[in-house]
């Protein structure tokens, strides 16, 4: 392994770093991927979980601000986020744990109220971790090139984390039930985020930021056309976006069992890695508007063929998710770049330096897709009869409905979103490129202006107000 004289962290911390994430994500797959398959299978109807899924994600915008809050003005003994991180890693597995110990012999109201609060006290603590964990790496060193790698990595094991749950449960819950299953692969999680604890060492004065209200996030979304455009075609995107929602019903009640599951994951798992590599290759020679748009067009033809196939037809079913994960997955990692351009785009209009604004208004998009996307998949899935309880036998027309809720609704929307972002997306790359070197100095505005694709943006040659850092 290569060393590095001027890191300030050693191997072994870095390491307890990328650890944690392993960890953290083991509990966020469980609690997001399988406590609404749990909460039918314990016979809570699918439009009560609908409804507890609107509750937990209102109470997540609430806390996450808050949360900031508290931090910021805490000053605890052991540091500013270690303190912190220690605390939420046992704080997780326990939240998690409870979440699937509730008794089975409680009413459906009784059970309902458990996993809601379960669900609320796993939110805090998984908030409790999430903040605190991103930010350590910025006192751990202030080294950039050191922090950027250990930040590069932790998407490697925050993929491990998640492969681990989607692969592992589905084959062991059968056997020998939930809580037994959740109960291991918590302390799992546990023992990957516990060493951060021990080895880490905050070496510097966390950086003081403010946090963005939500009035603050909504102004400045109004005044970047293009972000505006972006982050309003995702959440229009979500609200058929029912796939996610039932892809374990489908595994289960279309193509044979929980096991399934499993190897669903299994099949994505190769699309998905090359997917970074074939985005990072087209990236250099095709613009990133076409990768992504592209990816997607097709990726709807798939989800069409895919429909008309049949679930019966296993080896084509399969040959189809390949293709198509490969296609999403791309499209997924194009789509970041996006936000980065509109955050160059608002500085050049503005002469206001706010990139935090503006990944700070995808992360709050983010959530808010999460919230509608469950929400509605699980309120249209009472809607087409389906039985709650373990073991319970679904209608033909209730398996004909969730087969169509995983391919051809989510297209509904998806076409929307794509057809708002090729008519209403105005910021290509080379332009974003040019605001960019203008932002950073190396250009006139009178240069980038004349440079730029599109004519329309109306901005004047002449900013108007001074260029200030926020």
Known sequence: MQKHSDFQTKFFERASYQFYFVGQLISY???????????????????????VLIVAKVWDAINDPLFGVIVDKSHLKGGKY???????????????????????????????AWI???????DLAYTMCDVPIFALATVMTDNLQERDSMYVLKGFFTYVGGLIVLIALPLMYPAIGWSVTVIILSAL?????????????????????????????????????????????????????????????????????????????????????ISIFVVQILIKKVDKFIIYVGANVISILCSIILYFVGYSNIIAVCVIIVIKTLLTSGA???????????????????????QGMAFSVQTFTAKVTG??????????????????????????????????????????????????????????????????????????????????RYKGYGFEAVLPSKTTDS
């Open 29 to 51: 797959g469980i609690m997001t991927s399988f406590l609404t398959l749990f909460m039918t299978e314990s016979g809570i109807p699918a439009f009560v979980v609908s409804a």
């Open 82 to 112: 270690l303190p912190w991180v220690r605390l939420s890693t046992v704080l997780i597995a326990v939240t998690t744990i409870l979440a699937f110990a509730m008794p089975q012999t409680l009413g459906i109201p009784a059970k309902t």
């Open 116 to 122: 809601l609060i379960a669900y609320l006290l796993w």
């Open 189 to 273: 999680g546990m023992a990957f985020m516990l060493p951060i604890g021990f080895t880490a060492k905050e070496r510097h004065q966390p950086v003081q930021e403010k946090e963005p209200s939500i009035k603050e996030l909504f102004s400045y979304l109004l005044s970047n056309r293009p972000l505006l455009i972006f982050n309003g075609a995702s959440i229009i995107a979500c609200l058929t976006a029912t796939g996610g929602t039932v892809a374990n019903y489908v595994a289960i009640y279309c193509l044979g069992g929980e096991q399934w599951i499993s190897y669903l994951t299994i099949l994505m798992i190769a699309p998905m890695i």
């Open 332 to 354: 997924g990692v194009t789509g970041i770049m996006f936000t980065a351009d509109c955050a160059e785009y608002g500085h050049f209009k503005t002469g206001t330096r706010a």
């Open 371 to 452: 919230a509608l996307s469950g929400s509605i998949g699980m309120f249209l899935l009472g809607l087409v009869g389906f039985v709650e309880g373990s073991g319970a036998m679904q209608s033909p027309d209730t398996i004909r409905w969730i087969w169509l809720m995983w391919t051809l609704i989510p297209v509904i929307s998806l076409a929307a979103a794509i057809l708002l972002i090729v008519f209403g997306y105005k910021l290509p790359t080379e332009d974003a490129k040019l605001m960019a070197k203008c932002n950073a100095g190396e250009i006139s505005r009178e240069e980038a202006l004349a440079g730029f």
